[in-house]
């Protein structure tokens, strides 16, 4: 069974700092997603990796794959208070099914 | 462009009672469906994900069922609900291998 981890568990920091959320896993997969979800509503996909060590860059977020595709970072610069959400990785190995992380819960604080 | 619809958005439903809980896809054709749960501010559980008309999958064993009438209509039902089932219910859809695209949810508590 493919399992992912995601730390922290939590985060909680202020304005302007800067942040990094880690999902790894013992399995490799082809491919891997990173959603943000906001209370009540549905996850919003921010991007997908699919290459060994790629960097895929979306405004301040910056997402890394690593070299042997079993893990993944989210760095945020200069987090605003709109980052504040549940971060959730997703992994896809070739087929229909995703397995997700269990979340990190980040709080921006003003 | 493509739209994911759910509803209803909230359901308060007793023990014991049935469950319909509905789907639909719009400007896309032959997608992968999916059912999702999630537990309060936690991550997802698959529930069942569909390739096609009549093609279920189910993840976990449960006294939940889904059903797939039409290519962009997806269905989570059930004949008896238990106070387990209460939690947060999310419908997917995908094409390409990789990325998944989620309805706003469904937040049943079961009382």
């Known amino acids: 069974t493919q399992l992912l981890e995601q730390s922290p568990q939590f985060l909680s920091i202020q304005e302007g700092e800067n942040l990094t959320v880690y999902c790894n896993s013992s399995s490799v997969f082809s491919s891997l997603q990173w959603y943000r979800q906001e209370p009540g509503e549905g996850p919003v996909l921010l991007v997908t990796?699919?290459?060994?060590?790629e960097v895929k860059k979306l405004k301040r977020l910056t997402f890394q794959f690593g070299d042997a595709r079993k893990d993944s970072s989210l760095h945020i610069t200069a987090a605003q208070t709109g980052d504040t959400g549940l971060y959730l990785c997703?992994?896809?190995?070739?087929?229909?099914?995703?397995?997700f992380g269990p979340g990190t819960r980040l709080s921006v604080l003003p | 462009s493509q739209t994911i619809h759910q509803w209803p958005a909230t359901l308060v439903q007793p023990v014991g009672s049935p469950l319909s809980l509905e789907c639909t896809v719009e400007g896309t054709s032959n997608p992968n469906l999916y059912w999702y749960r999630q537990a309060a501010g936690r991550g997802l559980q698959l529930l069942f994900y569909?390739?096609?008309?009549?093609?279920i999958s189910s993840e976990v064993p449960q006294n939940l069922s889904a059903s797939r009438p039409q290519d962009r209509q997806f269905i989570l039902s059930s004949k008896k609900l238990l106070l387990s089932d209460s939690g947060f219910y999310l419908c997917a859809w995908s094409l390409e291998p990789y990325e998944q695209y989620f309805g706003p949810g469904t937040r049943l508590t079961v009382t």
């Open positions: 569909s390739v096609g008309i009549g093609q």
């Open positions: 990796v699919v290459t060994g060590g």
């Open positions: 997703a992994g896809n190995n070739y087929g229909q099914n995703f397995v």
